[in-house]
């Protein structure tokens, strides 16, 4: 039926799915995330492996750029940065997908416990290993490179790519998995639920409500990014040292014996190797993404601001 003479039909805008909102949202936040800790992400992988290393991350970084140039502060981007997309976008949709099943919520409107937050977090984590195992696998073993671009013996991004495949195989690209699945989990549940938790507390109402106060966002990310670092750290210095070399190649017959082989020789203080810059960009980075995420997710779902 036509509309009368002098009225304006408004038809209502298409919205987006909730599923399709986290999928979106986690695929913007995570770029915003890898561009803002790229280079303590270099430091960090050197001091966790270099036993050379300084234990400053500040003197440390000096260091590389000294003898290395300032591009060896972004070595190994291309990896993240080419798949962070989808794992970021993975991680937030099944953590959605999570929730709404935990939550029996079809609508998702209610904020769930922060139990439900806390295993919809771990089942996100379970998730996102089958795509960060490999992508930390290739950034660490450009991380590790000391040749500089351009430069004989330096190994780009695909050649890096080829040389695992074809020494090592497919599965090779996998090396550590079961440590990356045991760091990952837990900490995610601890990522979220903490974000939850300090956000309410730094704006209470918040959950329910969905208000979106920058500095609770910021705050609140930037905290859930150290205490999940902090909750499983031990278990990343046990992955990069595994993924730094081939099976073949390797001194440690497994993730178990890298660990126990670490503390022996060099003391449980070798286990929290590269801390500092560890949990410098865990701030950074998780501030600028889920401040980024939230302001996706209001803007997407069409929320006023």
């Known amino acids: 039926m036509a509309a009368p003479p002098g009225v304006t039909v408004v038809k209502p805008s298409p919205r987006l799915s909730p599923a399709a909102i986290d999928f979106l949202a986690g695929a913007g936040s995570g770029a915003a995330g890898v561009l803002a800790g790229l280079p303590l992400d270099v430091v960090r992988v050197r001091q966790q492996i270099d036993l050379k290393s300084s234990r400053h991350m500040i003197t440390q970084a000096l260091s590389m750029v000294r003898l290395e140039g300032p ?33 029996r919520d079809p609508s998702h409107r209610g904020p769930l416990t922060y139990s439900q937050v806390f295993l919809a977090g771990m089942v996100a984590g379970t998730v996102q290993t089958a795509i960060i195992t490999p992508v930390d696998l290739l950034k660490i073993r450009m ?7 351009g430069t004989p013996g330096y190994v780009g991004s695909l050649r890096m790519l080829g040389r695992v495949v074809q020494k090592e195989g497919l599965l090779g690209a996998y090396r550590g ?8 989990v837990p900490s995610h549940g601890v990522y979220f639920g903490v974000y939850e938790y300090l956000r309410e507390r730094l704006e209470p109402g918040s959950r329910l409500k969905g208000n979106k106060n920058p500095t609770a966002m910021f705050l609140a990310g930037g905290a859930a990014g150290v205490l999940s670092w902090l909750s499983v750290y031990p278990f990343d210095v046990i992955k990069a040292r595994l ?43 998780n501030a600028a993404l889920f401040y980024t995420y939230e302001w996706l997710t209001q803007a997407l779902s069409g929320e006023p601001d």
């Not at 991380?143 to 671009?149: E, K, P, R």
């Not at 670490?262 to 865990?282: D, I, N």
Request: with cysteine; hydrophobic share 40%.
């Open 177 to 184: 998995f079961g440590v990356c699945l045991v760091r990952d």
């Open 143 to 149: 991380q590790l490179q000391t040749a500089s671009q």
């Open 71 to 103: 591009a060896t502060l972004l070595r190994g981007a291309s990896y993240p940065l080419a798949t962070i997309t989808l794992q970021n976008a993975v991680v937030f949709q099944t953590y959605g997908m999570a929730g709404r099943w935990l939550s």
């Open 243 to 285: 993924q730094a070399t081939s099976k073949a190649d390797s001194p440690y017959t497994g993730w178990v014996h890298c660990g126990a082989d670490s503390w022996r020789k060099e003391g449980f203080r070798s286990l929290w190797r590269g801390l500092s810059s560890t949990l410098h960009r865990a701030f950074i980075c």
